[in-house]
């Protein structure tokens, strides 16, 4: 099966991607890395690509921001079915090499390939998601408190459930996954801690089609609401829609994360069912490193986003989220004790 490797360049007024297939490495005049193609800043999206409705779209909607507000030129390179490192390389070196800067690579499977392509572009800025392990002086990390957000998320589970029973759905069992987990499964147990919480994993490291497979976290979300469960939290990226899907039918509550899911085009049809979302700033990393770069002072090192700087979060587009005063109420004192030092969040479950 051949694998195919899309370069989009993002157009925010057409609101179009041009696509570009390259195959085996025969590359048209059009693909990023040729002369042709028009310098900018650039991402590398993660697993599930554009379209997960959640983490990439994220990213996307932060370099359309820069585009309109910055006037710069965006690109997009899409990540190839079961792809190796050596891929990822590829990809950031073509990236790179077309001229653009920063350079920014969506999820912590760019570490190894970062690793190798950044200090042979000392002059390009590089941007990692989710990673703080490779380090440069050309290189920003962009980190976030994903636990503080989704303790946020298990306080509001533990205040709607009816059953006493939610649920808990992760991509790939990863450390990163796994904050996610231990935020939401510490938010329910110390609201109420009668509350059972079903934990489960799609797949296993290197396996991580628990990221891009819909089906399967539609699949583990009838599993959950079979046992009971009424409301589920995924964190599994463009396999997460899917246990959105069927929560959803059953008409339970889910929460959603990364991007406010209640707003998101594709899940419309099951929007009322989404009670929140755990917000990630991914939109606002990715603008504020195009941005430092623009103005001639490029992030780099540890940057972090956390609930003190709503860096995370909880949305409250739903109105029904809203209308349920004593939720809300939980949840911003909740926010302000983490925020105040009073609550220390777990990062491992």
């Given at each position: 099966m051949r694998r195919i490797t899309r370069i989009a360049t993002v157009g925010v007024a057409s609101a179009a991607l041009a696509l570009t297939a390259t195959a085996c490495g025969n590359k048209s005049s059009s693909d990023a890395g040729s002369d042709s193609k028009e310098a900018g800043a650039a991402i590398a999206y993660d697993i599930g690509g554009r379209g997960d409705q959640s983490f990439n779209d994220a990213a996307f909607a932060g370099l359309s921001k820069a585009e309109t507000e910055l006037k710069i030129k965006g690109n997009a390179a899409e990540p190839s079915q079961g792809e190796s490192d050596a891929d990822k390389v590829q990809r950031l070196t073509e990236l790179a090499r077309s001229g653009n800067n920063?350079?920014?690579?969506?999820?912590?499977?760019?570490?190894?390939?970062?690793?190798?392509?950044?200090?042979?572009?000392?002059?390009?800025?590089?941007?990692?998601?989710?990673?703080?392990?490779?380090?440069?002086?050309?290189?920003?990390?962009?980190?976030?408190?994903?636990?503080?957000?989704?303790?946020?998320?298990?306080?509001?589970?533990?205040?709607?459930?009816?059953?006493?029973?939610v649920g808990f759905i992760g991509g790939v069992e990863t450390p990163l996954i796994k904050k996610f987990e231990a935020g939401f499964t510490q938010g329910v147990k110390e609201t109420d801690p009668s509350v059972k919480v079903l934990s489960q994993y799609l797949t296993q490291p290197p396996n991580f089609d628990g990221f891009s497979k819909p089906d399967l976290g539609k699949a583990a979300a009838q599993g959950q609401l079979d046992k009971k469960a009424d409301v589920v939290y995924a964190a599994a990226g463009l396999a997460g829609t899917g246990s959105i899907e069927a929560t959803a039918q059953a008409g339970k509550w889910a929460i959603g994360v990364d991007s406010d899911q209640y707003a998101q085009k594709g899940l419309a049809a099951y929007k009322d069912q989404i009670l929140t979302s755990v917000t990630k700033g991914v939109d606002d990393a990715v603008f504020n490193l195009i941005k430092s770069v623009k103005d001639g002072s490029p992030q780099s090192g540890e940057v972090r986003y956390g609930l003190d700087k709503d860096g995370v979060g909880l949305a409250d587009s739903n109105p029904a989220y809203a209308k349920l005063t004593d939720v809300v109420a939980a949840v911003d004192k909740a926010k302000k004790d983490v925020v105040d030092g009073k609550i220390t969040v777990k990062t491992t479950p």
């Open positions: 920063p350079v920014i690579g969506i999820g912590f499977a760019y570490a190894p390939a970062l690793k190798k392509v950044a200090p042979k572009f000392p002059k390009t800025t590089f941007g990692i998601i989710d990673d703080s392990s490779v380090t440069g002086k050309n290189i920003a990390n962009m980190v976030f408190n994903e636990e503080q957000g989704s303790y946020l998320a298990g306080v509001a589970a533990a205040k709607v459930t009816k059953s006493k029973t």
